[in-house]
């Protein structure tokens, strides 16, 4: 199918990686994208829509994009996504792709609460996957996972595996695991690509992110001065990527080159910093002396008690919060990335290095304060918005002209090829597990 007559349905698109996800489409094909998010009706779906696109692209963004994109309200957690019938039936006949990356990724939920949005939300969209498909022109049904679908494995997660019985640090990590496993029973039926991200940082050459999460949290009790030590060895790995580099990669896994039946993880892998990498820079970007970091036997039983017996009174607020984190630092993940590397490194995509990509994003965390400062927020977004309307205008005059969509502007320096296996040792092929 020539990509001018794709129509890609994408969930997620008010989130961190979403609105980035949305930027490529425009940018990297010539595909109409049709916005599912929460919202009592189209019209306000469409609102929050021309917010994303504000925010993305300045004012004037959506006749910037002249029609390619539009909003329905939808919501996960409600059968056929609370759509009628009469939508529905025409986002099934006009449907080439859907991806898939509407979640919660709180850490905090309740198993069945989490179950309710990553799990039986990605069935309602598997639902409508499978109606595409039969009766419409569905080409791929791509789902954002996450690399910590791993959860506590004690070697690299490859990317084919799935259950080996880790164990998860949380219920997000095992809802997503539960929407994999639920995906590889029906990859004999449908055509279906899952990406996994590893830790999502802000983007490569600005920094700028609009969510504050993850990594972010201990940085910024670290930039408080609230901790200033750390419960993880030095050699900790911390795998981290820019929402540039993920969203350019779910892009080309889902619409433009991956395969069917295939799980890329967009992560640095083998690449990937070290804590005391992390914190040496974070002490340069602070103005403060590097954290301690440290790891004994003794951490893995003292320090979850202590979080629960010693953070009261003025430290109960931050207790909640060190008891999610906890669990990152006492159990290192390690990610392969062959079929993501082999996919993008063909196309010139690489991820920046890895000491490139933390200057720009802890320079912004700290100009923003942790996006407690709007004023600032708001000029690095203005100045984001006039970069990428030169971008999209470029990629737009390129597309009249009828030239292929611009696959291969490399993101970074650095080529992620040539990445070594290791010894698999007794692991079972995820497929085996799941009935097909
Ligand atoms: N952030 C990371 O570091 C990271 C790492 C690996 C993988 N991922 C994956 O990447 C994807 C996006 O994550 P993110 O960080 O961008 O998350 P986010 O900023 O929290 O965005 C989540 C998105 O999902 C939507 N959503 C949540 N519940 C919904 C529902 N019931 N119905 C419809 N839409 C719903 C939200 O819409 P509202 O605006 O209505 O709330 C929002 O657009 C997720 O699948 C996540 O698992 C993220």
């Known amino acids: 199918m020539a990509d001018d007559q794709q129509c890609i349905v994408l969930t997620g698109v008010t989130g961190f990686l979403g609105r980035e996800v949305l930027f490529e489409l425009l940018t990297h094909t010539r595909a109409t994208v049709v916005c599912v998010s929460r919202a009592s009706s189209d019209d306000a779906a469409q609102q929050r829509l021309d917010q994303v696109l504000t925010r993305l692209l300045g004012a004037g963004a959506r006749e910037l994009v002249d029609g390619r994109v539009t909003a329905v309200a939808g919501d996960l957690t409600e059968p056929d996504l609370g759509l009628g019938a009469r939508a529905l039936r025409q986002l099934v006949a006009r449907t080439s792709h859907i991806v898939h990356g509407a979640a919660s990724v709180r850490f905090d939920l309740s198993l069945e609460e989490a179950r309710r949005i990553n799990l039986d939300g990605t069935l309602t969209m598997l639902e409508l996957a499978r109606r595409c498909f039969a009766e419409g022109r569905l080409e791929r049904f791509g789902y954002i996972s996450t690399a910590f679908v791993g959860g506590r494995y004690p070697e690299p997660f490859r990317e084919d595996d799935l259950d080996l019985d880790q ?44 969510g504050f999460n993850v990594i972010y949290w201990p940085l910024r009790m670290y930039a408080d001065r609230i901790f200033r030590w750390a419960p993880a060895s030095p050699r900790h790995p911390v795998d981290l990527v820019p929402v540039d580099y993920v969203a350019r990669g779910v892009v080309e896994a889902i619409v433009a080159g991956g395969e069917a039946g295939r799980t890329y993880t967009l992560a640095a892998g083998e690449h990937a910093q070290e804590a005391h990498q992390v914190a040496d820079m974070a002490a340069d970007v602070f103005e403060i002396s590097p954290p301690l970091l440290f790891s004994t036997p003794l951490d893995r039983w003292a320090l979850p008690l202590l979080s629960y017996g010693l953070f009261v009174g003025p430290w109960a607020r931050y207790a909640s919060a060190y008891r999610q984190y906890l669990p990152y630092f006492l159990h290192p993940s390690r990610f392969e990335t062959r079929n993501a590397s082999a996919l993008l490194a063909s196309r010139g995509i690489e991820p920046p290095a890895p000491t490139e990509l933390l200057q720009p994003v802890l320079e912004f965390a700290r100009a923003t304060n942790f996006g407690r400062n709007a004023a600032v927020i708001r000029r690095r977004e203005k100045r984001d918005a006039a970069r990428r309307r030169t971008a999209l205008a470029r990629a737009l005059r390129r597309q009249q002209r009828g030239g292929d ?31 097909g």
């Not at 055509?191 to 991200?197: A, K, S």
């Not at 490569?204 to 992110?209: A, I, P």
């Open 167 to 210: 164990g998860f640090r949380n219920t997000y990590e095992r809802s997503k695991f539960e929407a994999e496993l639920l995906l590889r029973t029906q990859m004999r039926r449908l055509p279906i690509t899952v990406v996994r991200p590893s830790i999502i940082v802000g983007h490569s050459q600005t920094g700028v992110t609009t």
């Open 405 to 435: 969509a611009p696959a291969g502007a490399a993101t970074s320096q650095r080529e992620l090829t040539g990445r070594a296996g290791r010894a698999r040792g007794s692991r079972r092929p995820a497929e085996a597990m799941v009935a």
